[in-house]
């Protein structure tokens, strides 16, 4: 690496899956904080699937992408240098690195980490950050389960959605998880804990549906959308709530939904709630120690594939990602 700065930027917005001829990639001296501010080697980049979204020209939950400036990206580094009284050299931060060695920011915009000696520390940018907080709350704020029902889980094998699996387990909850092959599934049924999980990929959703859940479902826990979210809500109970934490299926420019599914939803007096984690920021500090001592319980399991290879590697990450390779959380490693 030396003291020279690789940063990925967006030059094209994909029509479809991001490949590299959508980025110009260049190298500049590594850069020098200012006053009150810190320089962090960017360590880990997280792939999550709506960092597609973030190419795009509409703007999602965040601003949408500006072409010509570094990829944005969540990243947890190290600070190696700082002109702030609030962090010291060597403390570990999460932040908006993005696709790039080092950047400076302000103090205030980067999130200490305090790692467990037993915990590894790449699992405090994935389950012991936003993504548990993200499940935490989908399950215990806008599904609230009461112990005995039902709860199903799309995308369950990945970062968000196998820990939402495993918190409404704790919460008392049937949980059944649709995942893309019998690996996942196998990993969510024997070492999650959880009641059933269907394979999309070899198996027909609906039939199997209605072999494990002939009482109906209270809750969805949704990340993916299109014809699976049809048939789940084609099976919901009175007054059923679903939390609509993402639609993969139409990041890259796919998915519709059925108006007769969604019928369902006032047929059946059931809410449907968007939700972004930025709502719940403020429940970190009490949420994110509840996760941690789930994890050193071994009442939370998780998977977390690090990829090696810098941030060239992070396209495929995202390939990875959305072609269902991906073994549990997606990180690359710079």
Not at 119 to 129: A, C, F, G, S, W
Not at 130 to 136: D, E, F, K, R, S
Not at 267 to 280: C, M, N, Q, S
Request: one cysteine or more; aromatic letters at 8%; glycine letters at 10%.
């Amino acid at each position: 690496m030396g003291n020279l700065n690789e940063q990925w930027r967006l030059i094209a917005r994909p029509d479809d899956e991001a490949s590299v001829d959508h980025f110009e990639v260049s190298e500049s001296e590594k850069p020098v904080p200012g006053d009150n501010e810190v320089l962090v080697r960017n360590l880990y980049l997280f792939i999550p699937p709506s960092m597609r979204l973030w190419m795009n020209e509409k703007e999602s939950y965040f601003p949408a992408q500006q072409l010509g400036e570094v990829m944005m990206g969540i990243t947890l580094g190290v600070v190696e240098e700082s002109n702030s009284s609030d962090l010291e050299v060597g403390t570990y931060v999460n932040g908006m690195g993005g696709w790039q060695n080092w950047f400076v920011t302000q103090s205030d915009q980067l999130q200490p980490v305090s790692p467990h000696p037993d915990i590894p520390l790449e699992t405090y940018r994935t389950v012991l950050d936003v993504q548990g907080l993200t499940a935490y709350q989908g399950i215990t704020e806008v599904c609230k389960p009461k112990t005995g029902e039902t709860l199903v889980v799309t995308a369950a094998a990945g970062s968000v959605g196998s820990l939402a699996c495993q918190i409404g387990k704790i919460m008392g909850a049937k949980v059944i998880g649709i995942a893309g092959g019998a690996e996942k599934c196998d990993w969510l049924t024997s070492e999650c804990g959880i009641d059933a999980a269907i394979d999309y990929k070899s198996e027909n959703v609906a039939e199997r549906l209605d072999e494990l859940v002939p009482e109906g479902i209270d809750m969805i826990y949704e990340n993916v959308g299109g014809p699976i979210m049809d048939a789940l809500l084609d099976r919901i109970n009175d007054h059923a709530r679903i939390a609509l934490c993402g639609l993969i299926s139409s990041y890259n420019g796919g998915g519709v939904q059925s108006t007769t599914s969604l019928n369902q939803i006032v047929i059946k007096t059931a809410r449907i709630e968007g939700f972004l984690v930025r709502d719940y920021m403020h429940e970190y500090e009490r949420v994110i120690p509840i996760l941690q001592d789930w994890v050193l319980s071994n009442k939370l399991k998780y998977k977390v594939e690090v990829i090696d290879g810098g941030i060239s590697a992070t396209i495929g990450a995202m390939s990875n990602i959305f072609h269902g390779r991906n073994k549990g959380v997606q990180l690359v490693r710079f």
